[in-house]
């Protein structure tokens, strides 16, 4: 019911910058948050940067002044969130996982996650 496009990932050198988005459509009534997770081989997966409908963010610790997320709530643009990501760090490398939660119709409350995009940064 709830679709979750992501987009932006691929090989950059340490640095370099890449952006991450996401869109977010389906039977949506409302978003509550929107971010972006990771994992690493052989690490669990973990919060990189999250965005609440009022605008208020939270960062890891190890991205902090490098990443920043955004999102974009017009309609034409269906609830989109982005991460900017710059001077990227070989220990960056991951598979980067969106992630929305909100609620569908008639109150049901609803996480999803994407399929994942990859971010390889080369030292």
């Known amino acids: 019911q709830v679709q979750l496009v992501e987009s932006g990932g691929g090989l950059v050198q340490a640095g370099g910058s890449l952006n991450l988005s996401c869109a977010a459509s389906?039977?949506?009534?409302?978003?509550?948050?929107m971010g972006w997770y990771r994992q690493a081989p052989g690490k669990q997966r973990e919060l990189v940067a999250a965005?609440?409908?009022?605008?208020?963010?939270?960062?890891?610790d190890s991205v902090k002044g490098r990443f920043t997320i955004s999102r974009d709530n017009a309609k034409d643009v269906k609830n989109t969130v982005y991460v900017q990501m710059n001077s990227l760090k070989p220990e960056d490398t991951a598979i980067y996982y969106c992630n929305v939660g909100g609620f569908l119709g008639w109150g049901r409350e609803f996480i999803s996650w994407g399929r994942g995009t990859q971010v390889t940064v080369s030292s």
């Open positions: 389906g039977s949506i009534f409302s978003i509550n948050t």
């Open positions: 965005i609440t409908s009022g605008g208020r963010t939270n960062y890891a």
